[in-house]
Structures are given as structure tokens and as C-alpha cells.
């Protein structure tokens, strides 16, 4: 059973870890997320979950207006071939979240290590970053010390590697 918004927000406090959480309407994209954006300061991302020819899976996370080209990503990332998207199923299975929800929190329900994180640099240019706590009915502010803080205490420590600003938006 995947973990909950409030396990994941009781997870980051046990940690230590400052956050402050904001309600809104479900946002599912990133045009839709515009107002949101205005209202809460920081990094707002994006986020992929692809899977390659040979069944690997990798959460990209990126600030929201980066550009990904697709069809170039698999080289930098270390994919076998070409990527594409990951189908709902493998990402509720693997991730815990629905799509619209996906999110660099979303890890925590990976327990046996199937997903590769790979954090686009240019988003740790912010010194805080906003994601969806494992709802698209919420936005988490945290530290990008604090996100990769997190990251590596649930066994997930990212590639952090500029993988944007290729051309056309994925």
C-alpha cells in the first residue's frame, strides 16, 4: 500500500526536515499550475517518469518551463535505448502516485529500488523547491539541501545532471 501525503509529511518531520505545505485545487499540468507558481516562491517542477527498452525505469524532475527532448535523454541518463513514457500501472505500482501526482517525493514508495532519480541541474539553482506531496491536491515547499537530504535517507540518491534546454518540450 503506498504511503499517504500525511506518512510522507511525517516522514520529512522525523527527518528534521522544514516544509510548509500549501491545499489547492488538483492541478495536473504544468499550464494548470500557473497560478500556483505565482503564489508560492521557489523552484516548481516537472516531472517524467519514463522507462527504457529493457524495462529500466527513471524519474526525471525538473523546473517546470525546462525543456526535454526525449528522444536524446537516453544518453544522458544511461538508459538502454530509447525512452518513453512509463505507463499508469508501473508508475502506481513502483511510485505509489497517479499520474498528474507525480513528484521527487514519490521514491518513498520504492521500496526495492526500480526507479533511478535524475534531478536536471538547472533545477537546484533554487534554494527552495516546490513539489507535490504524493497528491496533486497539495504543493510541499523544501530545501533542494533538504530534497536530496531526503532523497538519500529512503535509498534514492539522485544523478543530478543537466538534461534540459535540448529543444522541444517533451
Known sequence: MPLSPQDLLNTLSKLDIE???????????????????????????????????KGNFFLIVAEGSAQIKLNTIHGLIGAKGRVSFGKAEALMELLGVKPGAVTAFAPINDTQNKVS????????????????????????????ESLLQFLKHINHEPQIIQVSEFGEEA
Not at 130 to 138: D, F, I, S, V
Open 19 to 53: 516544509t510548509t505545505t500549501h491545499e489547492h485545487e488538483a492541478v495536473f499540468t504544468v499550464e494548470e499550475s500557473s497560478k500556483i507558481k505565482q503564489e508560492i516562491p521557489g523552484g516548481h517542477t516537472k516531472n517524467l517518469f519514463l522507462k527504457d527498452k
Open 117 to 144: 532519480v535524475i534531478i536536471d541541474e538547472p533545477l537546484l539553482r533554487y534554494d527552495l523547491i516546490n513539489c507535490h506531496p504524493l497528491t496533486n491536491e497539495m504543493t510541499t515547499t523544501i530545501s533542494k
